[in-house]
């Protein structure tokens, strides 16, 4: 598969919103959602799935869409994800970064099986961060944007690795969980939290079972 273009998005009408999301998967941490217009005559080169490129390219992509695009993003609190769950807490995100353009675009492109609850125009793309230009766009102002936030909570709780591994369940972020406890930052809806929460809760009960 070579790298997202508009093949999917010319049958729509314009202004057309690429959705994407960052974190939903990592044991501490928000989750980030983007949404991206972009001017399909100046547009930044080297747009791809935000997995794809290395930490510089995808700081100077984000870079020039913060010039050369529309965009919005959407943050779902710790709070939030342990109360409606991930799935709902994404899907909050999106919208809120919809919301955040300042204005309804005709159509959005959401990457994913299913687009949040709402009466706008819009349609999923499974593996759309790989085929839709605009997507792809929205999942690098994501990840930037969540590895940024991660990077400043890494300098308040010292420790966990978050610098590196963005709160993802890594080796490392692992054993700091496991030998330092849980941070307010941590989400306890997610089993892996849950049970550094009792180990550090009851830790001599736990020991001699």
Not at 21 to 42: K, S
Not at 116 to 122: A, D, I
Not at 150 to 176: C, L
Request: charged content about 25%; some cysteine; aromatic content about 6%.
């Amino acid at each position: 598969m070579g790298r997202p273009c508009f093949k999917l998005e010319r049958d729509h009408p314009l202004p057309l919103a690429g959705v994407d999301e960052a974190g939903c998967a990592p044991l501490a941490g928000p989750v980030v959602a983007a949404a991206v217009i972009l001017d399909r005559e100046r547009f930044p080169r080297g747009i791809d799935d935000s997995k794809k490129l290395d930490f510089a390219t995808r700081e100077a992509i984000h870079a020039r869409l913060m010039v050369q695009a529309r965009c919005g993003v959407g943050i779902a609190s710790v709070e939030e994800i342990d109360s409606l769950n991930i799935y709902w807490a994404r899907m909050l995100a999106m919208i809120r970064a919809v919301e955040a353009l300042g204005f309804d675009p005709a159509m959005v492109m959401v990457d994913g099986n299913r687009c949040p609850r709402w009466t706008r125009p819009s349609v999923p793309v499974v593996a759309g961060d790989a085929k839709c230009r605009s997507i792809a766009a929205a999942s690098i102002v994501a990840k930037v944007t969540r590895d940024r936030i991660m990077s400043t909570h890494a300098e308040e709780y010292r420790g966990y690795g978050w610098e590196t591994n963005r709160g993802y369940p890594t080796p490392d972020h692992r054993r700091a969980l496991r030998d330092l406890g849980p941070t307010p930052l941590h989400r306890r809806s997610f089993a892996l939290v849950r049970e550094a929460v009792a180990l550090h809760q009851f830790p001599l009960a736990l020991a001699a079972e």
